[in-house]
């Protein structure tokens, strides 16, 4: 065995070197060399040896004049190369002590007392070191130096410098070496590794070590105490030798776990494992890495093999708090005891817990709250359930985030944002979107400008997109509330749970808990909040409660928000951005997005800085390369950056894989193992794990991002074989867990890790297993179903079963356009027209198509283009006749007809009207029937055939009864009977039969009260035709009496109609004298006209705002207003507002001086007032005659 050697180095040291050498001998050591400031003694026993450090530690801090230094750096090289010098043939440690600083600062940087199992940080392994004993040949290259360094002594932050690793990957390489050695222990690994022996106190006896205190002292710690009840059937004993067995393999189950998150074992006490984390070095996230162990126990326990004749059930408890540290005899050596009120709080939580659950003492749980799913527990003290890890936590959490690899060659990237954080710091809100093709490293530089956030004690909230859900509206945000205010998924308070977590922000956001319900698909539906609002102001009402959540939260500290994958996100998450970007809250706000250079259309990128990300340069290439693998060979360093093409992923992947391949020939292996795309050398990476296929495949399928329990149900695999898998991809750094055992979520690190495996399925396998998972979401998961219909869908899709998936795409889209999210609704419809396509023809397949059209005519609305909009339609009608189903023909040619009259095809519009109501017969579908004739109603109505109107709108009024209770509404549009009103007030109101339309109007207004759901769309018809008929009769101060209050209504929520609104509106202004007001309503009306693209009205605004023009004198541009109105009306049919302008020309003709063309145009508008029967027009014109002296 090599000697050890101590080196204690010392300064200022008033006594001399005696009380060393003296506490030396009385520990069993020999003094073999003095200098003026260090003393080197020989100890057999590292024991020994570190009972003297503590021994002279104390004898320090009792006498005042004597002072030992903090010996690192020079003093520390000195003293280890005199050893190496004069006893080349020992291991030397530095033995140098830190009296000057307190338990708890200390323990952030060194060891002040560290335990036999954890020899100092400061350790130098010296020469001669024996060559690896047979049991490390398991160990692969990389391995084997982790394992070297580590047992010089090495930090983890030290190998990985010295690896060019990152820390994560260098504890993932520990945890293997410990599994593969069969030890638990470094002290174990130190003796496996130099064949030293722990029985060497015989064979080398030793001076007798003097009497010296035991080691004490109070430190901040965090246990985790398991409690294990083993059980057999039929509640027999079990024997003590079979309890240990249990005992002794779940903790060398969870040994490399607690490794990894640099937790150490504590004393062993009956069926309770004994978990310490914050010793010897501390660390501020020590609660929250305990509770991430807790959590991650849960699942190895279960993936366990255990004894298969029992059962086995674990409760654990958690606690933090101040204790007493103090070394007890165990075996041969030393052992770490702990003592102390949060130790017994941990044992009483793990008590209570019972099986499967995970308690927290009150004290530690307020520090988990915000990063850990918490409910209440009956239990000591207050405690608290863990139940989970929050998807998205409130503040950003380094340790437990996914690593994104070290971030090279964007030091002047990082320095504009870091430039921005501050100037958000000072009130002015910045937004950053940071593009670039996959793999380039927009994540990692994201996330170092939120840990430099974090460091300044700002709020941090992550979102991240997916593309199964990119056209759910707010389902980010929807995600991340979920997992703050419903934690535990209690279905029968959520409500309650919502109101509470939003209350702590303001009585305003708890009064805002009916439109979260509704972006969460929580609550009823029908919630009376809602049933005064139109889907419009339903959507304004979802995105102005999301952003004042998100500000509220920024109150306090400054806010940064990371939105990652934003080329996934659906239109209303994006709005919400860009209203917080726009936001003028005088609070400290940086918004920093990630998305891909495509599907990034749209306003909202206004409202962002885009920062684009290129390939790294050859020199940061290279210095990431030689960070991943040793590489030395030039030629093949230039061979792999050229192959990367600066992209940081690519080459992080491509030097591992050279890393651990084969070193014959080394040249070579580039152009011949190493695939030359990165999705390639993904999926050979997932190949030399050796996983299980189906497994993993499934996995893949689910999204990125998957459910342990789901996966476990879709693959019908054990959930051992699942959780072994689970366990391999996170120890490779593949995967991030979420959430305990029971709702565990895991996170591919990377989309590229998805799409690699996923696109190695083959296509017959891929469609087999979603439409597998589509299956089992239904029967196991019907609330999930019942939420998120385009998930089912989603998988039914790439499952090969487009039809099936059709009602839910339709069942989504209505939801989204519920929410006036109509983006989303079209391209949820899109994607499953697309589907359809591909399918062979039966009935089911025709009924879908056609449904599905419909529903896109309805979502696109009047923002669709007016031919693409016509083209489903015919399509729709042609389906239908293929189908022989009159109900959805009529559907298609009623709305066909619609659209034609919007579009100014009015003559086709009546011809397709006629013919649809002369082949719907009204037994078939009354409702449908009814539909045709108001259709056709509208088009003769825009022809100036107003007797027609008023036929047509009345036999449907006489059909419907009358009977507003019936919620006949197609989405988006009116109430029939209603519908029927408006076209019967106006048709009368033309022709001047004003006391008819007083009777509707009366009628209708008494009938409103009993109207079903929301009368706001009614209500403004309804408005509309009342204030035609008053200008017509000119009441133009009723007019505007009715029009002004509902100018809000229409601007916000049905845009739509402001062309007529304001034009009505602005007419009655110039007729009561306020000319000025009325042209600028005109004007607006043109405008809003003109933006929604339809002609039919557009004749009637350009009149209208001619007369205004003319009125206000400025004579040209009224006559060419009017001109072109009537230009429009011959062109399209409109015979009315044709008559109506051509004597607006007759006056303008008139005051010009040309009565010759004056008289003519009077006489074209008086045949057509007679023609048409427009009463008030044949008023007007016998008016203009008489004033202007024309014959008759």
């Not at 004894?307 to 086995?312: C, D, E, G, K, N």
Request: include cysteine; hydrophobic fraction near 45%.
């Amino acid at each position: 065995m090599k000697n050890l050697y101590f080196c204690f180095i010392f300064s200022n040291l008033i006594q001399g070197n005696a009380s060393i050498q003296r506490l030396a001998e009385q520990h069993g050591g020999q003094v073999v060399q003095q200098g003026d400031t260090h003393l080197i003694c020989r100890f057999r026993l590292v024991q020994d040896g570190l009972r003297c450090i503590s021994a002279i530690r104390e004898s320090a801090l009792t006498d005042a004049k004597s002072q030992l230094s903090v010996g690192i750096s020079k003093l520390g090289e000195q003293a280890a190369h005199a050893i190496a010098r004069h006893h080349p043939d020992g291991i030397g440690l530095d033995g140098t002590v830190f009296p000057d600083l307190d338990s708890q600062s200390a323990a952030r940087f060194v060891p002040i007392r560290p335990a036999p199992e954890n020899l100092p940080e400061a350790a130098l392994w010296w020469q001669d070191r024996p060559e690896p004993t047979a049991p490390l040949s398991v160990l692969t290259e990389r391995e084997h130096a982790v394992a070297t360094l580590y047992a010089q002594g090495h930090t983890y932050q030290e190998i990985a410098q010295t690896l060019s690793r990152a820390p994560a990957t260098i504890r993932t390489h520990l945890a293997a070496i410990y599994r593969k050695l069969n030890v638990s222990s470094k002290v174990e690994l130190l003796h496996l590794f130099h064949g030293t022996s722990q029985t060497s106190a015989t064979a080398h006896p030793a001076q007798e070590p003097g009497p010296a205190a035991p080691l004490s002292e109070r430190r901040l710690l965090t246990f985790v105490v398991i409690e294990i009840a083993v059980s057999v059937p039929g509640g027999g004993t079990v024997d003590i030798e079979t309890q240990l067995t249990v005992v002794d393999r779940i903790s060398q189950c969870l040994a490399p776990e607690l490794a990894r998150l640099d937790g150490v074992w504590g004393h062993q006490f009956g069926q309770r494992l004994l978990a310490c984390f914050g010793w010897p070095d501390a660390d501020e996230d020590d609660a929250l890495t305990a509770a991430s162990f807790a959590l991650r126990a849960q699942v190895l326990i279960a993936a366990a093999t255990l004894p298969a004749s029992v059962t086995v059930q674990c409760g654990i408890g958690l606690a933090s708090g101040i204790c007493v540290l103090r070394d007890v005899t165990q075996g041969n050596g030393l052992a770490k005891a702990f003592f102390g009120q949060n130790l017994m709080a941990a044992e009483r939580c793990a008590q209570h817990a019972g099986p499967g659950r995970i308690l927290a003492d009150a004290t530690m749980a307020r520090a988990l709250t915000g990063f850990f799913n918490l409910s209440p527990d009956h239990g000591p003290g207050g405690c608290m359930e863990i139940t989970g890890q929050v998807s998205a936590p409130v503040r950003y959490i380094s340790r437990i985030h996914p690593a994104h690899g070290p971030l090279v060659g964007r030091a002047d990237e990082l320095a504009l944002l870091t430039n921005r954080w501050s100037r958000a710091r000072q009130r002015t809100c910045q937004a950053i979107l940071l593009t670039g093709d996959a793999g380039i490293g927009k994540s990692r530089l994201a996330h170092a400008i939120a840990q430099k956030a974090l460091e300044t004690n700002a709020t941090i909230i992550a979102f991240q997109s997916a593309p199964q859900y990119q056209n759910t509206p707010l389902w980010p945000f929807a995600r991340w509330l979920a997992a703050q205010a419903l934690p535990d998924g209690d279905q029968a308070n959520q409500l309650a749970q919502l109101y509470r977590y939003l209350a702590q922000f303001g009585e305003t956001l708890g009064q805002s808990t009916p439109f979260f319900a509704l972006m969460l698909g929580i609550g009823p539906a029908d919630h009376d909040t809602f049933a005064t609002l139109s889907p419009k102001q339903r959507r304004e009402g979802m995105l102005d409660a999301v952003v004042q959540l998100i500000l509220a939260m920024g109150k306090s500290t400054p806010l940064f928000l990371l939105f990652e994958d934003l080329h996934w996100a659906d239109s209303s998450s994006r709005e919400v951005l860009a209203r917080l970007a726009a936001s003028r809250s005088g609070l400290s706000i940086m918004i920093v997005a990630t998305a891909r250079n495509e599907g990034l259309d749209g306003d909202w990128k206004s409202s962002f800085d885009q920062l684009g990300l290129s390939g790294l340069d050859q020199r940061s290439a290279m210095i990431l390369a030689r960070r991943v693998a040793p590489i030395q060979n030039a030629h093949l360093l230039d061979t792999l950056v050229a192959q990367a093409g600066g992209v940081p992923l690519f080459i992080e992947e491509l030097s591992r894989s050279l890393a651990t391949t084969p070193h014959d020939p080394l040249e070579n292996r580039i152009a011949s193992e190493v695939p030359d795309t990165l999705t390639a050398l993904l999926a050979a990476r997932f190949d030399g794990l050796a996983l299980n296929a189906a497994i993993l495949h499934h996995a893949a399928c689910i999204g990125r991002d998957f459910h342990r329990d789901l996966l476990i149900a879709v693959t019908d695999h054990p959930a051992k074989e699942v959780d072994a898998m689970i366990a391999s991809l996170i120890e490779a750094g593949l995967v991030d867990q979420h959430g305990s055992a029971s709702q565990a979520v895991f996170i591919f690190r990377h989309a590229l890790f998805r799409d690699a495996i996923y696109g190695r399925i083959l296509r017959s396998e891929r469609q087999a297993m979603h439409a597998r998972i589509a299956e089992v979401i239904n029967q196991q998961y019907p609330e999930l179903a019942a939420r998120h219909p385009e998930l089912v869908g989603y998988h039914l899709l790439q499952g090969g079963d487009p039809v099936t998936s059709a009602p839910l795409l339709i069942a989504a889209a209505r939801a989204a356009m519920a929410k006036a999210s109509y983006p989303e609704a079209s391209a949820l419809i899109e994607c499953g027209l697309d589907a359809l396509t591909t399918q062979d023809e039966t009935p089911e397949q025709l009924a879908q198509g056609i449904d599905l059209r419909f529903l896109a005519y309805a979502a696109r609305g009047l923002r669709g283009n007016p031919d693409k909009l016509l083209s489903l339609l015919k399509d729709a009608e042609v389906l239908a006749q293929r189908l022989d189903d009159p109900v959805r023909l009529c559907k298609a040619l009623s709305s066909q007809t619609y659209l034609m009259a919007s579009a100014g095809q009015i003559q086709a519009a009546i011809k397709v009207g006629k013919r649809n109501v002369a082949q719907m017969r009204l037994a078939v579908d009354r409702n449908m029937f009814v539909m045709g004739k108001l259709m056709l109603s509208r088009a003769l109505y825009a022809s100036g055939q107003y007797n027609e109107t008023v036929l047509h709108s009345t036999r449907s009024l006489a059909l419907l009864d009358r009977d507003v209770t019936a919620d006949n509404r197609e989405i988006g549009l009116l109430n029939q009977v209603y519908n029927a009103f408006g076209w019967a007030i106006l048709g009368h109101a033309e022709m001047g039969a004003f006391t008819e339309a007083e009777a509707l109007i009366d009628e209708a207004t008494g009938l409103l009260p009993h109207l079903t759901g929301n009368s706001a769309h009614e209500r403004l018809w309804l408005a509309l035709a009342v204030a035609r008929k008053c200008l017509l009769a000119g009441d133009h101060a009723g007019a505007v009496g009715i029009l002004e209050p509902e100018l809000d209504l229409c601007a916000n929520h049905y845009p739509a109609y402001l062309p007529r609104i304001y034009s009505t509106l602005g007419a009655s202004y110039i007729a009561s004298g306020r000319i000025e007001r009325g042209r600028t309503l005109l004007q607006e009306a043109e405008t809003e006209a003109y933006a929604i693209g339809f002609r039919f009205g557009l004749a009637q605004v350009l009149i209208l705002l001619g007369n205004a023009l003319w009125v206000s004198g400025d004579t040209d541009a009224a006559l060419a207003k009017i001109d072109a109105g009537v230009s429009l009306a011959q062109d399209i049919g409109e015979q009315g507002n044709e008559a109506w302008g051509l004597l607006a020309k007759a006056r303008i003709a008139q005051d010009n001086g040309a009565a010759q063309h004056a008289q003519a145009f009077l006489l074209r508008s008086e045949q057509l007032a007679q023609t048409l029967d427009i009463r008030p027009l044949q008023n007007a014109c016998t008016r203009f005659r008489s004033a202007s002296g024309f014959e008759g």
